[in-house]
């Protein structure tokens, strides 16, 4: 079974900046796409940030130039650095793996969410 456990959201004032990381775990072997999805209420799941396993990134238009997304192959870790951040940022932000490949099988996970909220 793989979980993946995310870490970082909270408050934070318009202008500042969040640290989102992202551990999977569950005898995996690879990972081929790691990224950052967000919902704000009311508005359906987007992507945020892509990083393949080879490191080629994708971003959405609204966070280009703010947003950084990498990851850390050997520890199944993302990480999304977020500044400036913007009120319209706010929203539960969900991890995702793709193509996993792990000792019984292979899939496509989501993390449990985590609450990103910019607000004065």
């Known amino acids: 079974q793989v979980q993946l456990v995310e870490s970082g959201g909270g408050l934070v004032q318009p202008g500042g900046s969040l640290r989102l990381s992202c551990a999977a775990s569950g005898s995996i072997f690879s990972i081929n796409a790691m990224g950052w999805f967000r919902q704000a209420p009311g508005n359906q799941r987007e992507l945020v940030a892509l990083?393949?396993?080879?490191?080629?990134?994708n971003y959405a238009d609204s966070v280009k130039g703010r947003f950084t997304i990498s990851r850390d192959n050997a520890k199944n870790t993302v990480y999304l650095q977020m500044n400036s951040l913007k009120p319209e940022a706010t929203a539960v932000y969900y991890c995702n793996a793709a193509g996993v490949r792990y000792a019984w099988g292979r899939g496509d996970y989501w993390g449990q969410g985590t609450q990103v909220t910019v607000s004065s």
């Open positions: 990083i393949t396993s080879d490191g080629s990134r």
